[in-house]
């Protein structure tokens, strides 16, 4: 749904939401009235956690692509696979629904989610070219999806309880797995560190004529000051 030049946001209106159980209540309310969480207008430090854990997911993200996943030992031969290349292998075997649900969630997914957490800051601090509204909901998508990246390592997790015959054959996870976990972590966090309200926030100023990066500004020099 759009702002139009005729509605005001809650802010405007003096109201804080709860970004717990979403009660609007007064500004200038110190809690949350109904589950007690501690209310504030806005993060004015969103951006920088945002991109800090950002960076620290696409750090690790890298070596979980370059280093095995997992990690398969028989009787004859040790073989390592890395996430494209167990996908690959799988694919050549015929199983090709299992290796485009891995290809989807360990590739397609945290690339996306990278880009458009990316682009949310990056609109949030330099101006918005798409609406709030669609920015609001790729938003939503990035924070519910996130958690499915994690299938990669579940899949590993499981292989590696089960099959494990001692000098026959046994499977171990590779170095690659907890990098992708914690990549998968690290972006989670960004996610939930971003603070949607000021999707709305460039929205206004745009509408304005103000700059974004000055009220971002103007956000942490109050919150210095306070």
Same mark, same amino acid.
């Given at each position: /749904? *759009?702002?139009?030049?005729?509605? @005001?946001?809650?802010?405007?209106?003096?109201?804080?939401?709860?970004? *717990?159980? /979403?009660?609007?209540?007064?500004?200038?309310?110190?809690?949350?009235?109904?589950? !007690?969480?501690?209310?504030?207008?806005? #993060?004015?430090?969103?951006?920088? @956690?945002?991109?800090?854990?950002?960076?620290?997911?696409?750090?690790?993200?890298?070596?979980?692509?370059?280093?095995? /996943?997992? *990690?398969?030992?028989?009787?004859?031969?040790?073989?390592? #696979?890395?996430?494209?290349?167990?996908?690959?292998?799988?694919?050549?075997?015929?199983?090709?629904?299992?290796?485009?649900?891995?290809?989807?969630?360990?590739?397609? +997914?945290?690339?996306?989610?990278?880009?458009?957490?990316?682009?949310?800051?990056?609109?949030?601090?330099? !101006?918005?070219?798409?609406?709030?509204?669609?920015?609001?909901?790729?938003?939503?998508?990035?924070?519910?999806? !996130?958690?499915?990246?994690?299938?990669?390592?579940?899949?590993?997790?499981?292989?590696?309880?089960?099959?494990?015959?001692?000098?026959?054959?046994?499977?171990?996870?590779?170095?690659?797995?907890?990098?992708?976990?914690?990549?998968?972590?690290?972006? /989670?966090?960004?996610?939930?560190?971003?603070?949607?309200?000021?999707?709305?926030?460039?929205?206004?100023?745009?509408?304005?004529?103000?700059?974004?990066?000055? +009220?971002?500004?103007? @956000?942490?020099?109050?919150?210095? !000051?306070?």
């Amino acid at each position: /749904m *759009e702002i139009s030049g005729d509605l @005001k946001t809650a802010r405007e209106m003096g109201l804080v939401g709860c970004t *717990e159980c /979403m009660r609007v209540s007064p500004r200038g309310t110190v809690r949350c009235p109904r589950c !007690g969480h501690a209310l504030r207008s806005r #993060d004015p430090y969103s951006l920088q @956690k945002v991109w800090a854990w950002w960076l620290m997911g696409l750090g690790c993200y890298i070596p979980a692509n370059l280093y095995p /996943m997992l *990690e398969t030992r028989t009787l004859i031969s040790t073989q390592s #696979d890395t996430i494209v290349g167990g996908a690959v292998e799988l694919a050549h075997g015929g199983n090709w629904g299992v290796a485009t649900i891995i290809l989807i969630a360990s590739v397609l +997914i945290p690339v996306a989610k990278f880009i458009v957490l990316a682009g949310l800051a990056v609109g949030v601090w330099y !101006g918005p070219r798409a609406t709030g509204g669609r920015r609001q909901v790729l938003y939503e998508i990035v924070e519910y999806i !996130g958690r499915w990246s994690m299938i990669d390592v579940f899949v590993v997790a499981i292989l590696s309880s089960l099959v494990q015959l001692q000098t026959i054959a046994s499977i171990t996870p590779g170095r690659a797995s907890l990098f992708f976990a914690l990549s998968v972590i690290f972006t /989670m966090l960004s996610a939930q560190s971003f603070d949607s309200r000021l999707i709305w926030d460039t929205r206004s100023a745009g509408m304005a004529g103000e700059r974004p990066r000055r +009220i971002l500004r103007r @956000k942490r020099t109050l919150a210095r !000051g306070n």
